[in-house]
Nanobody, 119 residues
Framework: QVHLVESGGGLVQPGGSLRLSCAASGSIFSLYAMGWYRQAPGKQRELVAAITSGGGTNYADSVKGRFTISRDNAKNTVYLQMNSLQPEDTAVYYC?????????????WGQGTQVTVSS
C-alpha cells in the first residue's frame, strides 16, 4: 500500500508565499513522475506542475514564473514553492505520483491540502 502525505497548506495574503511538501511511503518499487494538481470550488481538477524522475519540469501557464516544483529522490518527496500568490490560486492542492508497486504500474494521490489566498 502506498501513501502520499501532503503538508504546508494554509491561509496567506495576496503576494505571499507557501511551500507544499508531499512524501510518498509504502511498498514502492519505483517512483516516476510526480506532480501537483489543484481544484477550486466549482472547477475541474487541473495540473499545476509536474517533475520527472530526472528533474524535467512543466508548469501550467497560470503559474509559470511564480511556482517552482522540485523533488528529493532520496526522500521520495516532491515540493511546490509558491510565490506571488493570488486569490485565484485558492484551491485544494493534491499531490500525484506515477509509480511501480509489486502488482505493477500504479498512480497515487494525496488527500489534498487547502491553500487560501485572501486579505
Amino acid at each position: 500500500q502506498v501513501h502520499l502525505v501532503e503538508s504546508g497548506g494554509g491561509l496567506v495574503q495576496p503576494g505571499g508565499s507557501l511551500r507544499l511538501s508531499c512524501a510518498a511511503s509504502g511498498s514502492i518499487f519505483s517512483l516516476y513522475a510526480m506532480g501537483w494538481y489543484r481544484q477550486a470550488p466549482g472547477k475541474q481538477r487541473e495540473l499545476v506542475a509536474a517533475i520527472t524522475s530526472g528533474g524535467g519540469t512543466n508548469y501550467a501557464d497560470s503559474v509559470k514564473g511564480r511556482f517552482t516544483i522540485s523533488r528529493d529522490n532520496a526522500k521520495n518527496t516532491v515540493y511546490l514553492q509558491m510565490n506571488s500568490l493570488q486569490p485565484e490560486d485558492t484551491a485544494v492542492y493534491y499531490c500525484n505520483a506515477a509509480l511501480r508497486v509489486a502488482e505493477g504500474p500504479s498512480v497515487g494521490w494525496g488527500q489534498g491540502t487547502q491553500v487560501t489566498v485572501s486579505s
